[in-house]
């Protein structure tokens, strides 16, 4: 970390900043220069408070060499983390796995139905909505812990690990045999959620949120990591712009930004992110092509009747086309 | 609400369709042109759920007539709502309030010479942050209960109403004696703490999430009010944008556009959302002269050594001339 | 497109905005419900002002049924336009083309070094820029019609097309041998400029402007349509959102919208938009796997010495090594 | 300007690096840390292309100290600029302006008619377009040099300077007796424009593009400064975020940060940026409040008739009421 000074400030300002960064376990070399005094901080600058710093009357300003994200920092952890979901389905380094499934789940018929079909065409972890974060209050907000069962009963009759969203830390104990927990865009910054799941040994999908920074998403997997929990996935879904013809805009530059950051693993959704079922194929395997290790696809049994997102969501044939064609794009990188 | 038709739809296809409608409890008027199909949707049409509705095969497009918020909205509500803090403070309605505080409390000394300067400035509602959302697990997250403690103290010494940030909801009880409970801006979709709070009596101020709309600030309100809570204020806090200079860009044509829209008061926070003392004083006269119902202001007896958000706070002095100003804009206003 | 009006509206108005309407060689398909009348405006629609329209007393609210875009609408011109460069080089149509080059063209030597190189990779267009959109005055503008000759000698000895962006459209005379003129992302919007080259019967390579809606970018290649020139390449290179890590956000959801909305080729370029070469290799890729008719990259001999824009150029060998890669995710998706 | 260097660096390679800083006319200051050698470059840094010295392999990062900005710089000029358009109307250092007018000249009577309400009003120079950028060619582009021609008319009448658009710099003859040319926001990067202005030494008043930073807003200004002409004038009109309710967001703290940065006045174009008359008032009020030097206004003398942008054109009466309001606000601040 670099902190530029001001102009014009004294000796003893300088002394006194320095005896409070060196308090601070962290050793400060001074670099005095006609204009402008360079003060370079050497340690575990990840535990500096930037904005405190800059709030210095005596600092011009401060740049981090280092980024502030530490457990979840490739440079710290060269190798790529693959996330164990069970035996058979592990997340990262190297492996490329599809999530599939409705996005609420609203009755056994129908999350068999798609777990089976979904199966057959190769996506390896089933998804489905039991508690919906809505906009509305007054819209379906999933059959909450009746649904949470019908996802472990596809589970069982399908052999599938499950992937579902937590909306409230309290109800943790109901995850107890859910594979993957997911935290939604909305949640991404619900530091005492975070905190809560840092402490559970459970594989997290960390969704970003609709206007976090790559930055943003990675403080809040270290968030998680700091509890002693590395098993994250992260999730690009979209960012919110300007452009109204998609829902959000799908940033897939998130992905090698990302994998260059990050030791963890990084997946796409891009349902979600286009909110258009006839997007979902080429997003699919631009998101394969960008380097990405899976995808979060919604797929309904009969789209036009889901009880949410249903413009986004693909029937199971049209989630096979998907799928084949992701493993061809997937041959053509290997 | 207006639901437009594809071309081509049968006979058959429509009247399925209405007779769902009017299941929902819907009034449908049918207009049949040369090309289109139009259906009129009367009735209460805030519990429809436009993503199905559009996801149909048969539908082109749905407009909203209304908007989707109903407790919240002036339409039905044309009175200006005030909410009684106490007997003296009551925020809409045609007063107008300042709040203001440190950004962190830090210590009984320094909670009370704030408090005692503030109140003597005319700041009538004392703010602290107790728990702290950072975006680092590393930065300072508070004192906790702590902190509610020194504040409730601060109360008590000076008789100002206090305003403080809830992050958990597991901690409501701790806030009883708290005059107003803030939601905080990454907080403003986590729908269960919304719904728990909706079942309380307190005050809410509910701050605009970073990259919020306003309309999905006021369902978040709905939500609140859905629970049989209308005691809201809401809080522009400044938007996500693409320029550096400001940590965030205050949206002031938020407040005019607020008052149209929903009876609910409206403050603003020129603190964090330019981020920078010197642009306090100016956005809060503006906030002013926008037709804000209130201000929520930072101060700190020693910003250079703030915890947190140091660059952003005023000394007493600062904030005394700021209040001073504004007193001005708003009997030009009279 | 449907207009509704507000509620109160009497017949007489109703009558007077319909003989209005006529006057603008449209039909009017009245339908009266209990609380609204909704006109269905069929016609030539593209020609009617929306915001005219609503502005209106008695209007309510003005929905589009077909886009403002007609010349570059798909559902006039279902057919894949296919932009006919010279006899070997056609861009859409399911031909698929690159365009490599320098960023700017510096000298003799570098302007061939870089086309025979990137000829040798599969390019087959020769991009360099002669005139510069620089941010800042004082920054390098491009070598100007010396830049041009040395791009015409290029081509000369190559047999490439050459694509360069023009600035001034006094200047027009000057590239009358450039055979793919580009208006670049700050002039997409240049209605004057966009006027000019309708005129043309030149092949257009219009970008994206930084904060430019893709209905933005399909009316500005209208302009350059209703003079009388279809042959334009739309190209994606990145819009401005509040992520830092890279330059722009690369949005390749647009590829599959624009070609769902126009049948004008769509090009990407990967460069520009991340502003990082190492990320240029995947976001190529996934451009191609998102269904672009083209990518537009930036090789340059020596990036570390190059005038402007060096951090986001390969050199030949990463070029080669791109252009394999793509070659491979093409064939996948044969 | 800092330019950090990437550890592991050879001292020939900075010695290479410093020989070739100083040929750029800086000085270097080199200090050696453990792990980063940082380089204070000090001279005219202004002219130093980042870009270029961020693609250098042996540099990390590169900060700049002093703004790429010179000319427009508070702190090299920190007197307020005062722009004469003529003997009685200046802008800036203390003055305050209301420039109001058509959005389009349409004919004789409607021009003079609102020039003389608006100049009763309190107005002292005339807006009115005669060049319309419109994103539809099919759109009304204005009367063209016919409406310069009953502009100019209105301006003997009244005694009024006028205010009017630029879209194509070869009709610069035809602005000979404008007295402030307006260059557009979809123009502000326009630098082929920017330059040729830069010739005149006419009051050019330079509109804020609807992404552009306040950076890149004063680095235009610096192209037209470049040329010899400082007679200009900011204008914040609105930024493109993702809220739909208004059309853009008027940024207003984007007024005292342009105030702190550059010597130059700023007005605010509330009419544009909010898209709505009735937001007109508070945001010309919070305007004024923000420490605007002037505002710029539509007022039409029929708005629901207006060619175009006619929802957000006030009346003459409503002009007078915000003018008014306005006043007050401006005495409030003495």
Not at 187 to 207: D, V, Y
Not at 286 to 294: K, T, Y
Not at 300 to 310: E, F, I, M, Q, V
Request: aromatic share 4%.
């Amino acid at each position: 970390m670099i902190a530029i000074l001001k102009s014009g400030v004294t000796d003893q300002q300088i002394e006194n900043l320095c005896s409070w960064l060196k308090k601070q376990q962290l050793d400060v070399h001074i670099s005095r220069g006609q204009y402008t005094t360079v003060l370079g901080l050497i340690g575990d600058t990840s535990r500096v408070d930037t904005s405190l710093l800059e709030s210095l009357d005596i600092v011009q300003s401060v740049t981090r060499i280092s980024e502030p994200f530490k457990s979840a920092n490739r440079k710290f952890h060269p190798a790529d983390t693959q996330v164990c979901v069970n035996d058979r389905v592990k997340i990262g380094g190297g492996t490329f796995h599809i999530i599939a499934g409705p996005c609420s789940v609203e009755s056994q018929e129908q999350i068999l139905c798609v777990a089976k079909a979904v199966q057959a065409s190769g996506a390896t972890l089933l998804r489905g909505g039991a508690f919906k974060p809505r906009t509305s209050p007054y819209d379906f907000q999933g059959l909450g812990t009746d649904g949470l069962a019908l996802l472990l009963h596809a589970k069982q009759e399908t052999g599938m690990p499950i992937v579902t969203e937590i909306m409230n830390i309290n109800l943790l104990d109901a995850f107890e045999n859910v594979d993957v927990i997911q935290v939604g865009a909305r949640n991404m910054q619900n530091f005492e959620m975070l905190k809560a799941l840092g402490h559970t040994k459970k594989p997290i999908l960390l969704k970003r949120g609709l206007a976090n920074t790559l930055k943003e998403l990675l403080m809040s997997a270290e968030y998680i990591m700091a509890g002693g929990n590395e098993n994250i996935i992260l999730c690009e879904r979209g960012i919110r712009t300007f452009e109204p013809y998609t829902r959000n805009t799908l940033d897939l530059s998130a992905v090698p930004m990302l994998k260059e950051l990050t030791h963890l693993p990084v997946v796409v959704d891009p349902s979600h992110a286009t909110g258009m079922s006839r997007l979902v194929k080429p997003m699919a395997m631009a998101a394969a092509a960008a380097g990405a290790d899976g995808l979060m696809i919604e797929v309904h049994n009969d789209p036009a009747r889901a009880l949410c997102d249903g413009p986004q969501s693909l029937t199971p044939e049209q989630f096979d086309d998907v799928a084949r064609a992701v493993r061809r794009i997937r041959e053509a990188m290997a």
